[in-house]
């Protein structure tokens, strides 16, 4: 039976790592040039959720408020959109009756 140590298996702890490394795959995946699995992959990580827990320490997403508030508009600012909206559609209309003739 073959055991980690004659198999060329290397354990791996976060101490391992650098942390440019580190910093250098979170910027990645936070960038959106990967995801966790494919960092994984690239870069021999084992496990996801050591990606994860550099994403919670080293990244730029709020984990302790997930949830994204949303600031409520002002009737004059949702008044400005439905116009500019309106305009637009307007617009398309006009492109498609023109289209059509």
Not at 3 to 29: A, C, H, M
Not at 42 to 60: A, F
Request: aromatic share 8%.
């Amino acid at each position: 039976m073959k055991t980690p140590e004659n198999s060329g298996y290397v354990k791996r702890t976060q101490k391992d790592y650098s942390i440019s490394f580190k910093l250098q795959v979170v910027q990645e995946i936070e960038s959106g040039q990967l995801d966790r699995s494919d960092a994984c992959h690239k870069y021999g990580i084992q496990v996801r959720s050591t990606i994860t827990q550099w994403l919670r320490k080293y990244g730029t997403f709020d984990w302790e408020n997930p949830t994204k508030e949303t600031v409520s508009k002002t009737p004059e600012q949702r008044i400005l959109e439905l116009e500019a909206k309106v305009k637009l559609l307007e617009k398309q209309k006009a492109r498609a009756e023109h289209l059509a003739e």
